[in-house]
Nanobody, 123 residues
Framework: QVQLVESGGGSVQAGGSLRLSCAAS????????AGWFRQAPGKEREFVSR????????SYADSVKGRFTISRDNAKNTVYLQMNSLKPEDTAIYYC????????????????WGQGTQVTVSS
């Protein structure tokens, strides 16, 4: 089984930055594509970003492209999400997830999920 723990969330003013971390245990971390998702109040969970197991490619939602950067350190079994120029609409619970699929396009293809970390951006 895989356990994922997100950290780094908090409250920040618009224009500020946060760096989220997702630590994995009990898995061969580098074998998994890793993704970040978020769920805002009253909305469904949406894709934010993903990164391949070897960090050879990344992908971003249009809403965060140019502001967020995903990365990973396989030696530490950790994936990161650097969030810059934060906007109030970025307020959500952020989740990390792992998938066995090389380029997963559906949330259903992610088999392991963390508990989430709250990000609040005020104006």
């Amino acid at each position: 089984q895989v356990q994922l723990v997100e950290s780094g969330g908090g409250s920040v003013q618009a224009g500020g930055s946060l760096r989220l971390s997702c630590a994995a245990s009990g898995s061969t971390f580098s074998s998994y594509t890793a993704g970040w998702f978020r769920q805002a109040p009253g909305k469904e969970r949406e894709f934010v970003s993903r990164i391949s197991g070897g960090a050879g490619w990344t992908s971003y939602a249009d809403s965060v492209k140019g502001r967020f950067t995903i990365s990973r350190d396989n030696a530490k079994n950790t994936v990161y999400l650097q969030m810059n120029s934060l906007k109030p609409e970025d307020t959500a619970i952020y989740y990390c997830a792992l998938s066995n699929v090389l380029a997963p396009v559906s949330q259903a293809l992610y088999g392991y999920w963390g508990q989430g970390t709250q990000v609040t951006v005020s104006s």
